[in-house]
Nanobody
């Protein structure tokens, strides 16, 4: 399995940015893709998760409404649309895959199996 994240960059506070994750090499459609981020000096945290089989999405309460995860089935691309960005959103953003999904009630919760390289998002004026 390979994952590549794209789309990071510099954005002003209040702005928007869309990240893309291209995934390949899966054996079946029973997998989930998650976006995670890690800021300097902080622990990695989950940003969003999508079950690629049925499209159900999951977010931490702190990010609901500002970040939206979506998928494009034909290209196996997963997007993270980020809006109303704040300086504290500055981090390396990673996409990761869980295959197979360990819990259909909580995809991405019990650990990811494959990770891509990060893409840096900087929110600053």
């Amino acid at each position: 399995v390979q994952l590549q994240a794209f789309g990071g960059g510099l954005v002003q506070p209040g702005g928007s940015l869309r990240l893309s994750c291209v995934a390949s090499g899966f054996i079946s459609d029973e997998y989930a893709i998650g976006w995670f981020r890690q800021a300097p000096g902080k622990e990695r945290e989950e940003v969003a998760c999508i079950n690629m089989r049925d499209g159900s999405t999951y977010y931490p309460d702190s990010l609901k409404g500002r970040f939206i995860i979506s998928r494009e089935d034909s290209s196996k691309t997963v997007y993270l649309q980020m809006s109303s960005l704040r300086p504290e959103d500055t981090a390396d953003y990673y996409c990761a895959a869980e295959e197979p999904i360990k819990s259909t009630d909580l995809p991405c919760y019990y650990g990811m199996d494959y990770w891509g390289k990060g893409t840096l998002v900087t929110v600053s004026s």
